[in-house]
């Protein structure tokens, strides 16, 4: 895993809260989130749960915040907090970083990396690059790692919508 991949987990985090269901309101369910990420769950507490769940508005608040200066600001105060241990393993091969768990619960864990992902990202040129989806309604959020960094929508369905409602709405004023 590169340290960049954790920034992601951010992302996937703040997402888990968009919608109708709540990925992580549970025990159970925050067991789940940490399995999808290819992560043993280790012991996870309701405290864990109640820390992820305030986790994701801080790193919602990332993503919405009004430009790279201010998420740069944001993700250095965090970072400050931080209890950081990593080590180098080896897969087929190749040296990659990962961040140690060292006993940390969920919670801590998750804000470590977290963190320590969007660190990278921020790093290699992304400040400019967190953002909320445009599509009406929908408050999900994204990181865009396209080449030409005009990404607006967090997938494809909403990009699809929005952009044939607008051609309707075009066309529909011409006619008139």
Request: glycine residues 10%; aromatic residues 6%; neutral net charge.
């Amino acid at each position: 895993m590169q340290p960049r991949d954790y920034g992601l987990w951010a992302e996937q985090l703040v997402n888990s809260a968009a919608g109708d269901v709540d990925a992580i309101g549970t025990v159970a369910g925050l067991r789940e989130f940490l399995a999808s990420l290819d992560q043993p769950p280790g012991r996870v507490s309701a405290a864990d749960v109640t820390a992820t769940n305030r986790l994701r508005e801080e790193l919602g608040a990332v993503f919405h915040a009004g430009d790279g200066e201010a998420r740069v600001a944001m993700v250095r105060a965090a970072v400050a907090t931080l209890d950081v241990r990593f080590e180098v393993t080896e897969h087929d091969g190749t040296p990659h970083l990962h961040l140690a768990r060292a006993g940390a619960g969920a919670a801590t864990f998750l804000r470590t990396a977290a963190y320590f992902g969007l660190a990278a990202l921020l790093a290699e040129g992304f400040a400019d690059r967190l953002g909320v989806c445009a599509a009406p309604g929908c408050e999900r959020v994204f990181i865009d790692t396209s080449r030409n960094g005009m990404r607006r929508f967090c997938g494809p369905t909403h990009a699809a919508r929005v952009n044939v409602r607008e051609h309707r709405r075009r066309r529909q004023a011409g006619a008139t």
